[in-house]
């Protein structure tokens, strides 16, 4: 009589989000399907090592060594990557059509909101000002940091964090980073 065979069970992998740091304040979000967090985490350690990410899209801040994992979690049904990691393979997002439509109210724009206008592109960007003095403390009063009122924007510090804003509910959403802008 034939002995009966074990089947190897295969581990099962889930999906976890890795967040890459470039610097200290632009990141970047990698899906990855690993067994555990720290297997996705030393997945994509291994995959920057190599040079092998270099097309995350995030810009230079500080310029601190980079880039690198910063955090690991379970991934969530709403999580936003910039690529997918599968058997350590990056697969290819396949193209999507984009809808002009808002994920919060679902106004799409063909006819002009109550607050003016259908959709805008919101963008950070950086600011100056003086410093004129520190004034001291005094009665009741903390020490405060005199700054002059107007300010002025860098130039060649580019916009950043490009989202839309839908004029109906006026609430914001992710930009598409496959949908290219051009500005007239």
């Known amino acids: 009589m034939a002995k009966p065979t074990r089947k190897r069970r295969q581990p099962t992998q889930k999906p976890f989000i890795v967040g890459v740091a470039n610097d200290l304040s632009e990141y970047a979000s990698v899906r990855v399907f690993a067994e555990s967090a720290s297997d996705a985490e030393d997945a994509i350690s291994e995959m920057l090592h190599r040079g092998e990410l270099t097309m995350l899209e995030f810009e230079r801040g500080d310029d601190r060594e980079g880039p690198y994992t ?22 290819q997002p396949k193209p999507q059509a984009f809808k002009l439509q808002c994920p ?11 607050h003016g206008g259908t959709f805008r592109l919101l963008s950070d960007t950086t600011i ?57």
């Open 70 to 91: 910063c955090d690991v979690r379970e991934e969530e049904s709403d999580d936003q990557v910039e690529i997918t990691i599968k058997d350590g393979q990056i697969i």
């Open 104 to 114: 919060h109210c679902e106004y799409d724009g063909k006819e002009p909101s109550e």
């Open 128 to 184: 100056w000002r003086e410093i004129v003095r520190v004034r001291p403390a005094k009665k009741g009063q903390p020490r405060t940091l005199i700054v002059e009122g107007l300010s002025d924007k860098y130039d060649e510090d580019p916009e950043k964090n490009d989202r839309l804003e839908c004029r109906a509910c006026l609430k914001e959403f992710d930009l598409p980073k496959t949908l290219p802008v051009d500005y007239i």
